[in-house]
Structures are given as C-alpha cells and as structure tokens.
C-alpha cells in the first residue's frame, strides 16, 4: 500500500479529534467522581487493565496476533508514559492542586511537545503560525485558571513536580509513539499502551500504599458508574482516537486538546453543575479558540509519513 492511500480520510480525522476533545474534555467530571470513593492510582490502574482487557479480546475477534509488527518493549515504553505517568499523575496531584493550577500546567502540554520536538526528535523550528497560536491558546488558559484557583488553596511542591512530570512524560510519549507502531496497527498499540499504563498505575498505588486504607465495601455507586464511562468513552474511545490522530497528524496539532478539554470541562460545569459563567470565562474560551485555529489550520491535516512532516520530521522519529 503507497503512503497515498495510508492517508487517512477528513472525516475520520475531524471525528477523532471530536473524540479527544470532547470525551477527555468530560472526564474531568468522571475523574471527580471516581476518586470519591477510590484511591487514584486504584481507579487509574483498574481502568486501563479492564480497558486493555477488552480490546485484546476484541482484537483476537479480528486477528490471531493482534500485536504483529509492533515493537512490544516501544509501546510498553509508551504506556508508562502516557496513561501511566502522564494520566496517573495528573490524577493524584490533583489531590492537593487547585484546579487552576493543574489546568494552567496541562495546557501547557502543547508548549513542551514543540519544545521536545525541536531539541531532540526533528530539530526543526515549528512555523511562526503554530507559534502564535500555542501561545495566544496558552494565554487563554492562564485567564481560565484565575477564573478557577482557589486562593484558599495551596499547592504543594511534590503534587507541582508530579503534574509537570506528567506533563513531560505525556509529551515525550506522544513524541516517540511513531517510532513503535505502524499507522495501520493504531489499536494494537492503543491495546499495549493501556496495560502498560495500567500496570505502572497499579504499582504506584503500592508505592503510594493507597491498599492500606482502601475499603472496597465503601465505594460508591457513582464512582462505579463514572469508572465505567472512564473505560468505555475514555480509554477505549478517546485513547484510540488519539493514537490514530498521533500515527497521522503532527504532534502539535494532537497536543491541541489540552487547550480545549478545559475549556470543555467549564462548559460541562456549567451545564450539569449549574455553574456560572463570567466573563473571563468566555474571553478565556476565545483565545484558546483562536489558538487552536491558528494551529490545526495551516498546511494539510495529514501528510505522509514519508514526507518528513508528522510528529517529528522524517521517520524514524516518532
């Protein structure tokens, strides 16, 4: 098959950014309400391994070896990285990081994954455009924070260190992805990954000894609920959608969701919470609009990985 015809079609690109958008953007909710009533690193872990249970039994439907052609070590790698480190330390710096301050540092991510890009995978500088709107999206995030920090709150240095490990470590995950899974093995990789990331996140609960004083009579319908929709929506939906997106756009495009995600998550609030929305909220929502525009609109959606575009310049990069 020509690299022509691995192109993936708009519709599929615009519904897998959809994908990551809006389901990871509502997360945040199910995360809330997860971690009533279950340790983080618990939730985390059980999540990814049930989700990475399914899928293989899905995958041994379609195929006998689902994992043929996958670099198995490169995709564990992955794993850690990002549904272990990066969305397991999210979760549990959130535990003593005000929601302000854990968005201003996710929103970050696209800043870091242009920065990694260009100091150690293509070594080129991104386009002035993918600059700026990075940068105005950025902004918006910082307006979004102040409109949610506590000022009660207090951050500690170790859930700081935790979020901008998990920070680094999504982004250098996202980075290195193409260099283990071909385009066309997307869910087997997605499939790896998550138990990878369930494993780590499961060891940390150990570390952590989040077991001593976990009580599983305690746990809540809600968070049982929320738990599964984790499952189904966010990791067997949107995880997928985002390995498709990273085997196909570049990484600066990918990153772009979490610009978005909290501004979706406002909306949600908003909406299920009956939250209110001021004015700095809405100014926050037009930047991060603006930016997101300014980066996903230039050039072509997809180019072919053999034109040296995509994550990182030409293959094998990432």
Known sequence: MTPMDNRPRLPQVLSAFAGIYIIWGTTFLALALVIRSVPPFISGGVRFIIAAGLMYLWLLVRERHPFEGLKVAGAMLCG?????MGNGLVLWAQQ????????????ALPVITLILDRLFFSKRAPSM???????????????????????????????????????????VGTLLQRRYVPSHRVMGFTCLQMFAG???????????????????SRI????????????????????NCYSFLVAHVSAQKVTTYALVNPVIALALGAIVLHERITASAIVSTVLVLVGVSLVLFQGRISQPAS????????????
């Open 80 to 84: 850690v990285l990002l549904s272990g």
């Open 96 to 107: 003593g990081l005000p929601s302000g301050i854990a968005a201003l540092f996710v929103g």
């Open 220 to 239: 809540q319908l809600q968070s049982v609920l929320a738990l599964v929709y984790l499952v189904v929506f966010g990791s067997l939906i949107a995880s």
């Open 198 to 216: 369930g494993v780590f996140q499961l060891l940390m609960s150990v570390v952590d000894r989040e077991w001593g004083g976990f009580e599983p």
């Open 129 to 171: 455009q993918s600059l700026l709107g990075v940068t105005i999206g950025l902004v918006g995030i910082v307006v979004l924070s102040m409109h949610t920090l506590s000022l009660s709150a207090t951050a500690r240095p170790m859930h700081i260190i935790a979020v901008l490990t998990a920070v680094t470590g999504w982004s």
């Open 307 to 318: 034109a040296g575009t995509g994550l990182a310049g030409a293959r094998p990069r990432n």
